[in-house]
């Protein structure tokens, strides 16, 4: 079955550092791929759509200069939070979409704790 | 505009009995329907989805359901709860268009008592 690997599972950082999430499918190409954050006990919100080779498409209300997305390749997008700060500390979640399919498989998530 | 309404963020069902998690959809064309689930600390597992085929779905660990169109409805459904089903549950729908976002219920977390 499709898979999509995050990595690092789980970084604390130090408020002001900037954190980069990698959202990798490992065995499908994926021209779309979408970014949620998690806060605890609620549903997923998505901030993002990642297009490779264009530019990201932002949610309403989400800064893209503070969480930057990069989709370089049909295989890898990542995510970084810059100047982090302790109210970024979330669960972050991507998800990848088969080309050519109508299913979106989702990575096992990043838990992110700025200090 | 596409929406889902998840009823009820927490069922509690014991061991053996029915489960039946509701959602309903808004949406102004033909909806995708998704339900996943999540366990603790972990991402999302596709238990079924619905993409305009049969109206009766039948999904991962004896999980079903069924979209009806006339009451906007599509819950989810397995006759007999086991302990391991215990987890978070998210109704999910999309247009199904080749970049399409998937917009998620608030979840409903299913419980099993012994």
């Known amino acids: 079955g499709a898979v999509v690997s995050q990595h690092p599972s789980r970084v604390i950082c130090k408020s002001g550092t900037s954190v980069k999430i990698e959202c990798r499918s490992l065995d499908f190409q994926a021209t779309t791929m979408f970014w949620y954050r998690q806060f605890p006990k609620q549903s997923l919100m998505l901030m993002a759509t990642?297009?490779?080779?264009?530019?990201?498409?932002?949610e309403q209300g989400v800064e893209k200069d503070k969480f930057l997305i990069n989709h370089a390749s049909l295989t890898l997008s990542t995510l970084t939070v810059t100047s982090a700060h302790p109210e970024d500390s979330s669960f972050y979640i991507c998800?990848?979409?088969?080309?050519?399919?109508?299913?979106?498989?989702f990575g096992p998530g990043t838990r992110l704790t700025v200090l | 505009a596409q929406s889902v309404t998840q009823l009820g963020s927490h069922v509690s069902v014991s061991e053996g009995a029915l489960v039946l998690l509701r959602c309903n959809y808004s949406s102004s064309v033909p909806p995708y329907l998704f339900w996943y689930v999540q366990y603790p600390n972990q991402g999302l597992q596709l238990l079924l989805k619905?993409?305009?085929?049969?109206?009766l779905v039948k999904g991962i660990n004896g999980f079903e359901a069924e979209f009806k169109k006339s009451e906007t409805s599509f819950h989810l459904t397995k006759p007999s709860a086991h302990m391991s089903d215990a987890a978070e549950y998210f109704c999910?729908?999309?247009?199904?268009?080749?970049?399409?976002?998937?917009?998620f219920g608030s979840g409903t977390r299913l419980s099993i008592r012994p």
């Open positions: 990642s297009n490779e080779g264009s530019k990201a498409t932002y």
């Open positions: 998800s990848a979409r088969d080309d050519g399919g109508d299913t979106q498989y």
């Open positions: 619905y993409t305009s085929a049969a109206t």
């Open positions: 999910a729908v999309s247009d199904g268009s080749s970049a399409s976002k998937i917009i």
